[in-house]
């Protein structure tokens, strides 16, 4: 039997930066934790509306833009609120809606 020459071990591939390429860089980390934190940013920033979505009911959003509404709209909106206080409070309230004298402007 003849001995067959045992061969050297194959070196792994490299990058032309050293590093291997199947393993994880300092840009590769880096890039991976700014994703990461920028998902978690937007998540953040979108819990607002996703709680708006189980607490405000369509009447109450439309309230916090006032300025568009219709005046049958305004009424119902001040009907609402003053049936509210007297439900919540046992108080009966009024809530009117003066309007700008001509002339003056806001915001």
């Known amino acids: 039997m003849s001995e067959s020459p045992i061969p050297a071990p194959a070196a ?7 590093n291997d390429p199947g393993g994880m860089t300092r840009r590769t980390a880096l890039k991976l934790a700014g994703a990461t934190l920028g998902a978690a940013a937007f998540a953040k920033a979108i819990a607002p509306i996703a709680d708006w979505a189980a607490d405000v009911s369509v009447d109450e959003f439309l309230q916090k833009h006032y300025r568009e509404l219709s005046p049958e709209a305004m009424a119902k909106v ?5 049936a ?3 439900e919540e409070h046992g108080v009966e309230v009024h809530i009117a809606d003066p309007k700008p004298q ?3 402007k806001f915001g």
Do not use: H, N, Q, Y
């Not at 792994?12 to 050293?18: K, L, V």
């Not at 001040?78 to 003053?82: C, D, F, Q, T």
């Open 102 to 104: 001509p002339g003056v």
């Open 12 to 18: 792994s591939p490299t990058s032309a930066d050293g």
């Open 84 to 86: 509210d206080a007297l």
């Open 78 to 82: 001040i009907a609402r609120l003053e």
